[in-house]
């Protein structure tokens, strides 16, 4: 680690995100190490880095989540650290546990805090007992229905049924009444079972139209923690986030610095190190936190575009222990930020679209931002998430950045699969979301055509 950085980084990830890490990379003067599955042998990411692996066939399974062939490449390639990216090994706190092992930084936070927060319910207790403000709900898991419907009573109807290792909505039932509560109970532990092999469950009030709004911290392994303000990410559909905002139209700038000021102070009482993000509802005025993500995030890019800072940069610098070297004061909001995310898929059904693109061409111009492992001809593989790019725009002021995202989707162009691009150009004419009045339903209501 000459200069107290790491000579060499192993990406463990793929696409976009597997770009930007290479970016922040070459700029701080590291070399970078590309791993792929064979399906990704001409992605973009391996053509541009100093190195690459490849680690197995086109499965997921059996290369970007194979534990053994990744830490095999760091070791033949002699890289210091690895970067997980976003998905695959990135919240498993076994992976980062053996990287730990055979001698590599985990670019994240430690394995306890990963796993501190990958049990919802040890996730909540733990920020509760900060101060942190919760939905209210069943203090801690809950074994049998009766001990549910004691809960339900006691915090009245509408509630929600959680799974424990829960995340992404599986395993998530409501109930409007007693006479509900059986079969919520009984399909949220199944649901549950199958879907994490766990059916630990947890009971909270359901609220009914809430805003999604998270917060951006970064803490070094020193003590000193920031954030950098919110992202509203109520636009979204299936639990898939579409568009992504900074800052959220719902909020004024004191509940911008309350809600930010108690997540720092909460993740610095937790003793938690490097990025992550603190998820909150927020309904009438009020937040309440349900999870928090321990890794870098597809929308830190609304956040770089309204603060200045490469937060992969400060990610990859605290992970080598450097201090931080600036306090909260010290970081500025300047403007509005807006993230499209574009997917292959078909804008109506979005059904996935891999294929070969035939035709591409970016947006460019003051204020605009693509982040996209995508080239003319390239092959978009059927094996993996289908985010293709990120559009993120910046502008003065939120109706600047509106103008511009407008005039910015017109100009892109990607031929040869269907892609998100019209659903983007249909949402941004909606005058709801022009005002900013939308909530975590509001999209699934427009594409239903139920009145919101
Ligand atoms: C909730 C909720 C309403 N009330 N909790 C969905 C997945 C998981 N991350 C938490 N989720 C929710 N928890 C209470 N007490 C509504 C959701 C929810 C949601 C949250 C954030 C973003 C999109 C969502 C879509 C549907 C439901």
Redesign the pocket.
């Known amino acids: 680690m000459a200069n107290g950085l790491f000579e060499k980084v192993l990406i463990a990830n793929r696409g976009e995100i597997a770009l930007r890490i290479h970016r922040a990379c070459r700029e701080m003067g590291i070399q970078t190490v590309a791993v792929h599955s064979t399906a990704d042998a001409d992605a973009m990411h391996v053509r541009l880095a100093d190195e690459s692996v490849c680690i197995g066939p086109p499965s997921a399974r059996q290369s970007y989540l194979n534990i053994p062939a990744i830490l095999s490449a760091a070791s033949i390639t002699g890289a210091d650290a690895i970067h997980p990216g976003i998905g695959f090994m990135a919240e498993n706190a076994q992976f980062a546990e053996m990287v730990e092992e055979h001698g590599f930084t985990f670019i994240g936070p430690t394995p306890d805090h990963i796993r501190m927060m990958g049990d919802k319910v040890v996730a909540k207790r733990s920020v509760a007992a900060c101060g942190l403000p919760v939905?209210p709900?069943s203090d801690g898991p809950v074994e049998d229905l009766d001990a549910a419907i004691e809960v339900a009573r006691s915090i009245g109807f509408p509630v929600?049924i959680?799974a424990a290792a829960?995340?992404?909505?599986k395993g998530?039932k409501v109930a409007t009444s007693l006479d509900g509560m059986r079969e919520a109970w009984h399909m949220a532990r199944s649901e549950a079972r199958a879907a994490f092999g766990n059916d630990q469950v947890y009971l909270?009030?359901?609220?009914g139209r809430?805003r999604?709004i998270e917060i951006q911290l970064l803490a070094d392994l020193h003590g000193t923690v920031v954030h950098f303000g919110e992202r509203d990410?109520?636009v979204?559909r299936r639990?898939q986030k579409v568009i992504e905002e900074a800052p959220s139209p719902a909020l004024n700038a004191s509940q911008r610095d309350y809600i930010g000021e108690l997540a720092a102070k909460t993740t610095r009482q937790l003793g938690y190190r490097g990025l992550g993000t603190m998820?909150f509802?927020y309904e009438d005025g009020a937040f309440?936190f349900?999870?928090m993500n321990t890794r870098l995030q597809v929308e830190h890019t609304i956040t770089e575009m309204i603060t200045g800072v490469d937060l992969v940069r400060e990610q990859i610098r605290v992970a080598t222990g450097a201090p931080l070297g600036y306090d909260q004061s010290d970081i500025r909001f300047h403007g509005h930020a807006i993230e499209c995310r574009i997917n292959a898929e078909h804008p109506e059904t979005f059904l996935p679209s891999p294929g070969r693109i035939d035709g591409y061409h970016a947006p460019g111009g003051l204020g605009i931002r693509i982040d996209s492992a995508l080239y003319d001809g390239y092959v978009v593989p059927p094996y993996y998430d289908s985010l293709i790019a990120k559009l993120v725009v910046h502008g003065g002021t939120r109706n600047e950045c509106l103008m511009r995202l407008r005039r910015a989707l017109d100009e892109f162009v990607i031929d040869g699969i269907n892609t998100s691009l019209p659903l983007h150009q249909m949402i941004v004419a909606q005058p709801d979301f022009l005002n900013g009045s939308y909530d975590?339903?509001w999209l699934e209501h427009l594409m239903s055509g139920e009145k919101p």
């Open positions: 939905v709900g929600l959680k829960g995340g992404g909505g998530m909270e009030k359901y609220l809430p999604h990410c109520s979204q639990h998820e509802l309440f349900i999870e975590i339903h």
